[in-house]
């Protein structure tokens, strides 16, 4: 009985947090089905969003509780050493910026601003987004590069919308990152604009930029998508059933599964934003993005692909001022430390 309610309740969890990760609005038509008051101010999406304020302010507590300390190991726990530790820091610029470019070429090629549901008009705006990334991959004029992506957000605002900029605001907080950090050591800026780099104290500010930014675009899309737009994510889940619960005999109506999804998105975006766990939410994150990768085509892989880079800088991410200093020193590409030297 214990073997059977436990597998039950993971089928359900496997199901609800594979359907958070997919974004509706890239395959179905958002247009027809708008956010509202009156689909929030229901219930069930109150109801889940009490519980997962709840469990953030549970969870923020306990973290200071435990005085800051984590769950999963830090890299010291598998022998890293400050030395190459802080080389892999320097690096960590270049892996975002790769997750991040694939993204913005394509979707500059198609005339898209940085997701699928997003058409431009015609214009030179899809060829700035292409410049952008390969700015970005080359790690030339990458500053530059990061205001001219903050610009590029702020025009969506106009062409189209609030809305779909705000869902994309993870793209806000990457530019503030590659602003505030440059593109580390391994880049052209560093061999031909050396002066262009920000101070030790800009570098030091630049995860916090990206966490802040992917989690407020989560937040939104938990709420733009799921819990404030029950249309949408109604249609969504008939045209593509991943409610896959209810279909193996566990009774489980879409509504619940739903709101199920809309508030785990929307937990992972709080302990984000807040800095609640946030190696251990990025390991959740991680997980759920893989979920629906058999199921939908190559787009939602290459537009989930900056949450991934986002993903692995969080979680090398560890929380003090000894982090900060082999975080600077890696990205101004100074000498390692002693390599007999542990991390803290």
Do not use: C
Not at 53 to 59: E, F, K, N, P, R
Not at 154 to 177: C, K, R, S, T
Not at 256 to 275: D, K, R, W, Y
Request: no cysteine; aromatic share 10%.
């Amino acid at each position: 009985m214990i073997s059977r309610l436990f597998l039950m309740f993971f089928l359900v969890m496997l199901s609800v947090v594979s359907t958070a990760a997919a974004h509706k609005s890239w395959f179905v038509d958002a247009k027809a089905y708008l956010p509202s008051w009156a689909s929030f101010l229901q219930p069930l999406p109150l109801i889940v969003t009490a519980l997962v304020i709840l469990t953030t302010l549970g969870a923020a507590w306990l973290q200071s509780r435990r005085g800051g300390r984590g769950f999963l190991p830090g890299p010291a726990a598998f022998g890293a050493k400050e030395g190459p530790l802080s080389m892999l820091y320097g690096l960590l610029p270049l892996l975002l910026a790769v997750h991040v470019a694939v993204p913005l070429l394509i979707n500059g090629m198609q005339t898209q601003l940085f997701s699928p549901n997003n058409n431009l008009p015609p214009s030179v705006l899809g060829l700035l987004q292409i410049s952008i990334a390969l700015a970005l991959f080359y790690g030339l004029f990458t500053r530059i590069a990061a205001v001219v992506l903050a610009a590029l957000w702020l025009i969506g605002l106009v062409l189209l919308g609030i809305q779909p900029m705000l869902e994309n605001l993870h793209y806000l907080g990457i530019a503030a990152f590659f602003f505030l950090a440059g593109r580390g050591p391994v880049s052209v800026d560093r061999v031909l604009l050396p002066k262009s780099m920000p101070s030790p104290g800009m570098m030091n500010q630049a995860v916090n930029a990206l966490r802040i930014g992917t989690g407020l675009s989560l937040i939104v899309v938990a709420l733009t998508e799921k819990l404030a737009n029950a249309p949408l994510a109604t249609a969504f889940i008939q045209q593509y059933p991943l409610n896959f619960v209810s279909q193996v005999g566990i009774p489980l109506p879409d509504s619940l599964f739903l709101a199920g999804a809309g508030g785990t998105e929307l937990l992972i975006g709080l302990f984000l934003v807040f800095n609640i766990f946030t190696r251990e939410i990025s390991a959740l994150a991680w997980v759920f993005f893989n979920l629906t990768l058999t199921v939908f085509d190559t787009t939602e892989l290459i537009n989930h692909l900056p949450f991934y880079g986002v993903m692995v800088v969080l979680l090398m991410w560890m929380p003090g001022p000894a982090t900060q200093v082999l975080w600077s020193r890696g990205l101004l590409g100074k000498s390692p430390l002693p390599a007999d030297s542990q991390t803290p």
